[in-house]
T-cell receptor, first 114, second 115 residues
């Protein structure tokens, strides 16, 4: 069974640009969550999608957005990039996204903002 | 409070020793407590998880101890091996079985096991 895949793995952007990251969940998984990982703040929850609907959202500005498609694949977008957005962005999928469901993480997309 | 506090930040253990990582939480609505292991360049992988209706769960060399009254839980790695060298994260999630699926993570512990 293929794991969670994320593309691209590495990305370099400049301030003010926007970026789109992609996540393909494990086959059959309907919930996709996104997390930001930085050395200072650790792993922080961005948002969760289930059946194409954002079901839960973390404490991030509106520049961070996402969507989910009918095949459960998900994208997240960051507009007007800031230096502080440099981070590893992780996607995790689970069957139903319920508390207690095991979340399987992808390898992440390393975003560097110059 | 939606926080999980993890300690220590880093840990060095000799091969064969016991590694102990501690976490504390405040929100009594948390009722699912997983531990994740992350190697460099990889995403976190679930190691072991516990619910508050049990005080201990063991899987191989890994044991979670849970103290509901103190709102603390810990990971014990017995017979630590160099291959266990990684960053470990505790996490908590509310509403087991409910619709809340996001995890709240501790800041992580970098474990180094010396041969």
């Amino acid at each position: 069974k293929a794991g969670v895949t994320q593309t691209p793995r590495y990305l370099i952007k400049t301030r003010g640009q926007q970026v789109t990251l992609s996540c393909s969940p494990i086959s059959g998984h309907r919930s996709v969550s996104w997390y930001q990982q930085t050395p200072g703040q650790g792993l922080q929850f961005l948002f969760e999608y289930f059946s194409e609907t954002q079901r839960n959202k973390g404490n991030f500005p509106g520049r961070f957005s996402g969507r989910q498609f009918s095949n459960s694949r998900s994208e997240m977008n960051v507009s007007t990039l800031e230096l502080g957005d440099s981070a590893l962005y992780l996607c995790a999928s689970s069957l139903w996204g319920q508390g207690g469901d095991e979340q399987f993480f992808g390898p992440g997309t390393r975003l560097t903002v110059l | 409070q939606q926080q999980v506090k993890q300690s220590p930040q880093s840990l060095i253990v000799q091969k064969g020793g016991i590694s102990i990582i501690n976490c504390a939480y405040e929100n009594t609505a948390f009722d699912y407590f997983p531990w994740y292991q992350q190697f460099p360049g990889k995403g976190p992988a679930l190691l072991i998880a516990i619910r508050p209706d049990v005080s201990e769960k063991k899987e191989g060399r890994f044991t979670i101890s849970f103290n509901k009254s103190a709102k603390q839980f810990s990971l014990h790695i017995m017979d630590s091996q160099p291959g266990d060298s990684a960053t470990y994260f505790c996490a908590a999630s509310p509403y087991y079985g409910g619709s809340q699926g996001n995890l709240i993570f501790g800041k992580g512990t970098k474990l180094s096991v010396k041969p």
